[in-house]
């Protein structure tokens, strides 16, 4: 069994960031407790419970440490424990059986993993392969092909905005295309025109980014049906 340590910066600013958030969530919390502890006059039973509450919530148990008693509070920052986990900040250990592969080798068949279990994640989620309501096996087939058809489109989409320089998830564009919306009305009782809306500024500039028209084009026009009494 061959081990290998790798140390990326992304995931070192993630996991300094995360813990930052978990931390000052925990002192919030620690700190409103402190002074509801001295003007209640809590229990030291209370001021525990709820001091492991606060910290349990905010994933930050072992960066503070504090003192109880009936009315009294007071907690500190575990500075040693803080010092401990930011020094393995970014650093992640991958594990192979594997004899020949060399280090890039092993890192690269790991983000490709990374890359399929993200495409799963788009498929349940986003494309939302399930719920299926089918029972013959060529429906169900054609149902799991339209799915990665439309995960393709997203894939596509993801690539786009990614080519503009535009920091956002497949979710996050669907979401803002919502609302660009094909509008129907009757131009001069003559004539029923689809019209698209007026996109937002952030959906018209995932439209740019997958080069449609920037205007508000007309779809279709079609002749008004006519009502004889």
């Known amino acids: 069994m061959r081990h290998l340590v790798v140390y990326s910066s992304h995931m070192a ?14 002192r919030d919390g620690l700190v409103v407790l402190r002074r509801e502890a001295e003007r209640k006059k809590l ?13 349990v919530e905010a994933k930050a148990s072992q960066y503070f440490a504090y003192v109880a008693d009936k009315g ?12 401990q986990q930011r020094r393995h900040d970014g650093l992640f250990v991958l594990r192979t059986n594997h004899p020949e592969l060399r ?21 349940k989620s986003v494309v939302k392969l399930r719920p299926m309501y089918h029972y013959r096996d060529r429906r169900v087939e054609a149902h799991i092909f339209l799915n990665f058809l439309a995960f ?7 690539l786009k905005l990614q080519a503009a320089q535009i920091d956002g998830s497949i979710p996050w564009a669907l979401d803002h295309l919502k609302s660009w919306d094909a509008v129907e009305h009757t131009w001069e009782g003559e004539s029923i025109v689809v019209q698209t809306s007026k996109p937002s500024k952030e959906a018209q500039a995932i439209i740019d980014a997958l080069g449609l028209p920037s205007s508000n084009p007309v779809i279709r026009v079609t002749p008004a049906q006519t009502t004889v009494a």
């Open 43 to 55: 229990s030291t039973k209370t001021i525990i419970q709820r001091a492991t509450r606060v910290l």
């Open 152 to 158: 393709l489109l997203a894939k596509v989409l993801q």
């Open 72 to 83: 009294y509070f007071i907690f500190w920052p575990r500075h040693d424990i803080y010092r």
């Open 13 to 26: 600013k993630h996991d300094f960031e995360v813990r930052a958030l978990r931390m000052q969530k925990a």
């Open 103 to 123: 280090g890039k080798a092993i890192l690269d068949t790991y983000l490709q993993l990374q890359e399929v279990e993200r495409c799963f994640r788009v498929i």
